[in-house]
């Protein structure tokens, strides 16, 4: 899948974050972003919207969301 085809984007309320590293561990692009051991964010230039992050993300923590891409060919 190209990256133009992304649908959508992962986003970190880095203020809910417990540094657990499941998205890290579980993504399948190397996209999420470790920064001194702890997850900063993602490489949206490797992210393909899979939603792997945001579902492996602890329930009582909802770290990460999935949000609609704002560019691309299926946007809008």
């Known amino acids: 899948m190209a ?3 992304r649908r959508f984007r992962p986003i970190l309320d880095a203020q809910k ?3 657990c590293k ?3 561990e579980n993504c399948p692009d ?3 972003v470790l920064k001194g051991g ?3 964010g993602f490489d949206l230039a490797r992210c393909k919207g899979c939603g792997i992050c945001a579902k492996v993300c602890p329930p009582r923590i909802v770290a990460i969301t999935m949000e609609p891409e704002l560019k691309g060919p299926f946007c809008g």
Do not use: D, H
Request: proline letters at 0%; charged letters at 5%.
């Open 3 to 5: 990256l133009t085809e």
């Open 17 to 19: 974050c417990i540094n």
């Open 30 to 32: 190397s996209a999420v």
């Open 38 to 40: 702890l997850v900063t």
């Open 22 to 24: 499941l998205c890290w």
